[in-house]
Nanobody, 123 residues
Framework: HVQLVESGGGSVQAGGALRLSCVAA????????LGWFRQASGKEREGVAT???????WYADSVKGRFTISRDNAKNTLYLQMDNLKPEDSGMYYC??????????????????WGQGTQVTVS
């Protein structure tokens, strides 16, 4: 049973914007850490942004000022607003949940459950 379901990826030109969504009903209540990761072809998965149960965000330096992570507990949804996109932002984007609550963390091993990903392509 899939616990995390991403959507919102697509193809945009540099400078454009996308908003990713992740339905994460199981993880919206409780001391869980939620995060967004991405993986470009031939590269390792990297942390992009994370948010704790209180709504405090944390970002990778490469996306600070351009990406915004947020959560809507009423809608059981995690978001990633991506503005001023660059070609190097291309990749498969995954949402993830960490049940140990070790927030903030952009380290993939701190996360226990993963979505199937949504593709972002910036040209």
């Amino acid at each position: 049973h899939v616990q995390l379901v991403e959507s919102g990826g697509g193809s945009v030109q540099a400078g454009g914007a996308l908003r990713l969504s992740c339905v994460a009903a199981r993880y919206m209540a409780g001391p869980y850490c939620l995060g967004w990761f991405r993986q470009a072809s031939g590269k390792e998965r990297e942390g992009v942004a994370t948010i704790d149960s209180g709504g405090a965000p944390w970002y990778a330096d490469s996306v600070k000022g351009r990406f915004t992570i947020s959560r809507d507990n009423a809608k059981n949804t995690l978001y990633l607003q991506m503005d001023n996109l660059k070609p190097e932002d291309s990749g498969m984007y995954y949402c993830a949940a960490g049940i140990r609550g070790n927030c903030p963390s952009l380290l993939s091993y701190e996360y226990d459950d993963w979505g199937q990903g949504t593709q972002v392509t910036v040209s």
